[in-house]
């Protein structure tokens, strides 16, 4: 079995970052992307809010762009679905195992897994994905000018971001299925007195409706039991986010979400194994801290198998 001095587990801005910087360090690096599951950023039409692309670029040209870098340094691909990580013997410098249609071996791990939005589930949800549905505010509000929205969700995050798109939509309303809101006190204040924003109680996403971009949610009552449609050009889904990161259960620590822990080198609780991008605890998920975390955990991993191999310089610890 081939021994590599670096993994990395995912492909999007994460993993493809830190394969540039491990190839381009000459450490002998493959990066592994699942069979069925793409990078978060592909599934939106244009990024606006990633430097050096004034105009924007399409999520998935612009990770086409990375891939193409990292295959310039000389970066090796291949597709599987990692479920287990193992340690190669109770000496962890003897490396790590990726498993998943079959065992890779390397020195250090770097896991760049990512996270998936909770879905809800209906009718129309997966079709209009990028044409009317959308999981993240932060990247999608400025499309919605002017428009009215849909926000499913009563957490702090819903709230939050429920205030945050009245400052381009014509009306927001959130949907909640309690006749509360789980939000913290001072989210629900600013929620009440923002004119632009209405609640409709009790109710819960039948259906998203459309034809080639969303024109309506149909809502169900669960007091009453009627559904009744509620037009809308978007519908924003605040229904939780869940970190991909079930490969490391009970070989690192994560937080109590199931995001990886890690310190400022992006190191997780196990010798060799690092992690980065949306898989980790940390404030702001987007494709620029994503490419950061990368970077940082590339350059953290050389320095780990140089010390490995007795080849670092004392200076670079
Ligand atoms: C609709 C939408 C719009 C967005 N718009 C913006 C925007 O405008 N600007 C911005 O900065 N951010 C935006 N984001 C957020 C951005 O997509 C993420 O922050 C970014 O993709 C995180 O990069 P990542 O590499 O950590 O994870 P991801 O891009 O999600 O990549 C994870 C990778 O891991 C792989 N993987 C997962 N599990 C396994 C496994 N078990 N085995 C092997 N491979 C695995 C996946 O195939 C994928 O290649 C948006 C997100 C969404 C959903």
Redesign the pocket.
């Known amino acids: 079995m081939e021994t590599y001095d670096i993994i990395i ?7 493809l970052t830190a394969g540039i910087y491990a190839a381009r360090a000459k450490m002998k690096t493959l990066l ?3 069979t069925f ?5 592909t ?2 039409d ?5 430097p050096g692309f004034p105009g924007g670029i399409d ?1 998935f040209g612009l990770v086409e762009r990375f891939k193409e870098q990292a295959l310039s340094f000389g970066l090796e691909t291949l597709q ?4 287990e990580i193992q340690a190669a013997a109770s000496d962890v410098s003897s490396g790590w195992f990726a498993i ?1 249609s079959q065992e890779y071996h390397a020195r250090s791990l770097i896991i ?4 998936a ?1 909770a879905k809800l589930g209906v009718p129309g949800e997966k079709e209009f994905t ?1 044409r009317g549905v ?3 505010a932060t ?2 509000a400025p499309f919605y000018r002017d428009r009215t929205i849909v926000v499913v969700g009563g957490g702090d995050t819903a709230v939050q971001e429920a205030l945050f798109l009245t400052k381009f939509a014509s009306r927001v309303t959130l949907v909640h299925r309690r006749d509360s809101l789980r939000a913290t006190a001072i989210l629900q204040e600013r929620a009440f007195a923002n004119e632009k924003l209405d609640f409709v109680w009790s109710s819960v996403v039948e259906e998203i409706r459309g034809e080639k971009t969303v024109s309506a949610v149909r809502l169900k009552n669960l007091v009453s039991g009627r559904s009744e449609d509620l037009a809308a050009d978007g519908v924003f889904i605040f229904a939780g986010y869940i970190p ?1 990161t079930e ?1 490391a259960n009970g070989i690192i620590e994560r937080d109590e979400d199931g995001y990886i822990i890690v310190d400022d080198r992006m190191h997780a609780s196990q010798p060799g194994i690092f992690a ?4 980790i605890r940390k404030l702001l ?4 801290t ?1 490419c950061g975390d990368g970077a940082t955990a590339a350059f953290a991993a050389q320095l780990y198998v140089e010390e490995l191999r007795g080849t670092l310089y004392p200076h670079r610890k």
Do not use: F, H, K
């Not at 599951?37 to 950023?41: E, M, Q, R």
């Not at 244009?46 to 990633?50: A, F, G, K, S």
């Open positions: 587990i995912g492909g999007g801005p994460a993993g592994i992307e699942s599951s793409a990078s978060l950023i599934t939106t244009m990024v606006e809010n990633y999520g599987d679905d990692i479920t998943g760049a897994s990512g996270a939005y990028g959308s999981y993240c990247c999608d991909n490969l980065c991008g949306d898989c998920r987007q494709v620029v994503a």
